[in-house]
């Protein structure tokens, strides 16, 4: 991947039976974070970094039709690898 960017916002979301959190958290949760190029101060007096990432990343399937794309498969999906920024190879 050459580069990534965000658009000023991001938008985490907890939602029961998907990701990490599902046995912690029972009620959908939502946080919109609003990004100052390299940081956010949405938590002040914290002052945030900022670095993107694609949490949703995957290659067309062979046959036409709709996928979903929040389930993890063998041609990606929701991904959440901190780490799939800018430099890396996929």
Same mark, same amino acid.
């Given at each position: 991947?050459? =580069?990534t $960017?965000? !658009?000023?916002?991001?938008?985490? =979301? #907890?939602? @029961? %039976?998907?990701?990490?959190?599902? =046995?912690?958290?029972? @009620?959908?949760?939502?946080? !919109?974070?609003?990004l100052? %190029?390299? =940081?956010?101060?949405?938590?002040?007096?914290?002052? #945030?970094?900022? $670095?993107?990432?694609?949490?949703?990343?995957? #290659?067309?399937?062979?046959?036409?039709?709709?996928?979903? $794309?929040?389930?993890? %498969?063998?041609?990606? %999906?929701?991904?959440?690898?901190?780490?799939?920024? !800018?430099?890396? $190879?996929?």
């Amino acid at each position: 991947m050459l =580069s990534t $960017r965000h !658009a000023g916002w991001g938008c985490p =979301s #907890v939602i @029961e %039976g998907l990701g990490f959190w599902n =046995s912690r958290f029972r @009620e959908p949760y939502l946080f !919109a974070w609003q990004l100052d %190029g390299q =940081s956010t101060s949405l938590l002040a007096p914290a002052v #945030v970094p900022v $670095r993107p990432f694609l949490g949703v990343m995957g #290659v067309a399937q062979a046959e036409d039709g709709t996928f979903p $794309r929040r389930v993890r %498969g063998p041609l990606g %999906g929701n991904l959440e690898v901190r780490d799939l920024s !800018a430099g890396s $190879r996929l």
